[in-house]
């Protein structure tokens, strides 16, 4: 059994590197770049960039979020026997700031986008409309450093040396003095 959790250790390892790093650069890109740009906006051009940047996301980005946790809660299964590791400590960070970032994403940005996608009126943006752009800028930012903890303690996890996945007979031998017969 434990041939074949070995044997998707590496696949498992590379989509949830790949899959965070994704997602990581992606929130930080419109951290450092996107919101400051749109804050420039005046109330109509931004309702209105906001409107076609939101229906470019709004479909893929919930299978991001979904391969990004359920690629890391699989390490950890498969790994489980190293529970007492640094590298599974940190891929245990990894996933539980993965899942508060989707769980704000959920519970803030989402509920906004959809109400700008829906709601708003370009040529009469709400009367509130830049606190709540402040509101969802507040809440990316959050996201953004919660994915890049997580994939840089995913990243420090794969550099760390490992024990590797080995059987409980083997490793109840590890250690021992074999003393000839």
Do not use: H
Not at 52 to 59: I, K, N, S
Not at 95 to 116: E, G, M, Q, R, Y
Not at 139 to 159: K, P, W
Request: with cysteine; net charge neutral; proline share 7%.
């Amino acid at each position: 059994m434990w041939e074949i959790a070995s044997a998707t250790l590496k696949p498992l390892r590379f989509i949830s590197l790949f899959s965070t790093g994704l997602l990581a650069g992606l929130l930080s890109d419109f951290m450092f770049f996107v919101t400051p740009a749109l804050a420039t906006l005046p109330g109509p051009a931004f309702v209105q960039t906001t409107q076609a940047l939101d229906r470019q996301f709004f479909d893929p980005i919930p299978w991001v979020y979904t391969v990004v946790n359920f690629s890391i809660l699989f390490v950890l299964l498969v790994t489980v026997r190293e529970w007492r590791t640094l590298p599974w400590i940190l891929t245990a960070v990894a996933l539980v700031c993965a899942v508060v970032a989707t769980a704000s994403t959920l519970a803030i940005n989402v509920p906004i986008n959809i109400d700008v996608i829906n709601n708003w009126s370009a040529q009469n943006p709400p009367a509130n409309w830049a606190e709540v752009r402040d509101r969802w800028d507040q809440a990316n930012t959050f996201r953004a450093i919660l994915e890049l903890v997580a994939f840089g303690a995913q990243l420090v996890a794969v550099l760390l040396p490992s024990r590797g996945l080995v059987p409980a007979r083997q490793q109840a031998s590890i250690g021992r003095v074999q003393t000839a017969a």
